[in-house]
T-cell receptor, first 113, second 114 residues
Framework: GQQLNQSPQSMFIQEGEDVSMNCTSS?????WLWYKQEPGEGPVLLIA?????ELTSNGRLTAQFGITRKDSFLNISASIPSDVGIYFC?????????????FGTGTRLKVLA | DGGITQSPKYLFRKEGQNVTLSCEQN?????MYWYRQDPGQGLRLIYY???????QKGDIAEGYSVSREKKESFPLTVTSAQKNPTAFYLC?????????????FGDGTRLSIL
């Protein structure tokens, strides 16, 4: 099945730095979702985006739905050690009578104190 | 609290054995999903169900089976036909409606081979 191109695959950053990651596709999506997964747990929804151009914040997190509907980015400002985890993007589109969810391969974030 | 409960947290399978992973939700969601996650990879869809007594194969359904007899429950059976079952299994659910709704996940079951 298709997976979204997510970059970077992994990143080490210093505490207090800002982080940016993105997700791209050759297909148009109706919704973009960002999840965080910690070791041994399920992904937790961070932000959901429903309209092209939409910019939404959740605390120190900000995500945008690209104008072309083929990409999205997630920014984390002033990172802290508990931001460690894997961040997944997901897009949904209408396909064969139902909404299909396509997931990215994840960005693994490590924060150095 | 509303949520999705997966059990057990860890499961071991012997050769030739079928095992069943439980997924229960009290979110009143119509749709439920099963994913497989391998190290360093994204989520791959095994099966999904949008309504009771109906389900469809996902991208990697071979060696797996499901049932949806109740809205709240969507158990996954890993059969002996699945030759490489070691993975982290995630169950998810979502509202069904005209607008696509985000999926919400359980905490997963890690399946290993004895």
């Amino acid at each position: 099945g298709q997976q979204l191109n997510q970059s970077p695959q992994s990143m080490f950053i210093q505490e207090g730095e800002d982080v940016s990651m993105n997700c791209t596709s050759s297909s148009i999506f109706n919704t973009w979702l960002w999840y965080k997964q910690e070791p041994g747990e399920g992904p937790v929804l961070l932000i959901a985006l429903y309209k092209a151009g939409e910019l939404t914040s959740n605390g120190r997190l900000t995500a945008q739905f690209g104008i072309t509907r083929k990409d999205s980015f997630l920014n984390i400002s002033a990172s802290i050690p508990s931001d460690v985890g894997i961040y997944f993007c997901a897009g949904t589109r209408w396909d064969s009578g139902t909404y299909k969810y396509i997931f990215g391969t994840g960005t693994r974030l490590k924060v150095l104190a | 609290d509303g949520g999705i409960t997966q059990s057990p947290k860890y499961l071991f399978r012997k050769e030739g054995q079928n095992v069943t992973l439980s997924c229960e939700q009290n979110l009143n969601h119509d749709a439920m999903y099963w994913y497989r996650q391998d190290p360093g990879q994204g989520l791959r869809l095994i099966y999904y169900s949008q309504i009771v007594n109906d389900f469809q194969k996902g991208d990697i359904a071979e060696g797996y089976s499901v049932s949806r007899e109740k809205k709240e429950s969507f158990p996954l059976t890993v059969t002996s036909a699945q030759k490489n079952p070691t993975a982290f299994y995630l169950c998810a659910s979502s509202k069904k409606g005209a607008n696509n709704q985000p999926q919400h996940f359980g905490d997963g079951t890690r399946l290993s081979i004895l």
